[in-house]
């Protein structure tokens, strides 16, 4: 499996997007988008855009496109179709409920088989969760000195509206699709809709 191992900060000031977005509480030394003088294509701006996307949420080129094409075959603007799909991986929604501090972190708990789904082991990190799922810690992780600490810093997280949070006993339910406006960072995904549809 292909793995970026790029230094996250150096992708973060290329991107121009904060690490924040990503977990990550350290700053660069330089301030994101600082080459903004530089003129840029309009493809390369969209090129930019499906590449910040790409790197918030971990996934690669094929799966990406994969995620486009779904996007577009969806009812309403394929942009913000494809935004909902990402927000909607089962790492993502870890991340978002707060059972680790980073999307990378996140995808690794899955893969590691900490999570259920609905009652059953989950360890697929790209399932798509729909409304009315529920996330838990699985029992076994529960005990782990990690996890003790996880949820303690759970339960100083403020959860995003579409999921309903309890982290006294390590569980989310989904009561609601994520939209664009559920976001924390900027994106123009129409960009990316361009870039694909040439």
């Known amino acids: 499996m292909a793995v970026n191992r790029e230094p996250i900060l150096k992708t973060c000031r290329t991107l121009g997007i904060s690490p924040a977005v990503l977990g990550y509480n350290k700053q660069s030394n330089r301030n994101p988008g600082a080459d903004k003088h530089k003129k840029v294509s309009k493809y390369g701006s969209q090129l930019k855009e499906k590449q910040k996307l790409k790197f918030i949420y971990g996934v690669l080129e094929k799966q990406f496109r994969h995620y486009y094409d779904l996007a577009e075959k969806m009812e309403g603007k394929a942009g913000e179709n494809m935004i909902t799909l990402l927000e909607c991986r089962l790492d993502n929604v870890a991340w978002r409920m707060g059972i680790a501090p980073t999307r990378r972190e996140a995808r690794q708990?899955?893969?590691?088989?900490?999570?259920?789904?609905?009652?059953?082991?989950?360890?697929?990190?790209?399932?798509?969760?729909?409304?009315?799922?529920?996330?838990?810690?699985?029992?076994?992780?529960?005990?782990?000195?990690?996890?003790?600490?996880?949820?303690?810093?759970?339960?100083?997280?403020?959860?995003?509206?579409?999921?309903?949070?309890?982290?006294?006993?390590?569980?989310?339910?989904?009561?609601?699709?994520?939209?664009?406006?559920?976001?924390?960072?900027?994106?123009?995904?129409?960009?990316?809709?361009?870039?694909?549809?040439?």
């Open 109 to 198: 708990i899955v893969t590691h088989e900490h999570l259920d789904l609905n009652g059953k082991k989950a360890n697929i990190p790209s399932i798509r969760i729909k409304v009315g799922d529920v996330i838990s810690v699985r029992e076994n992780f529960r005990g782990t000195d990690r996890c003790k600490a996880l949820l303690e810093d759970m339960k100083t997280k403020t959860a995003p509206k579409w999921l309903e949070v309890d982290a006294e006993n390590g569980t989310a339910k989904v009561v609601a699709l994520p939209t664009k406006e559920d976001i924390d960072y900027e994106v123009n995904e129409q960009a990316i809709v361009e870039f694909y549809s040439k």
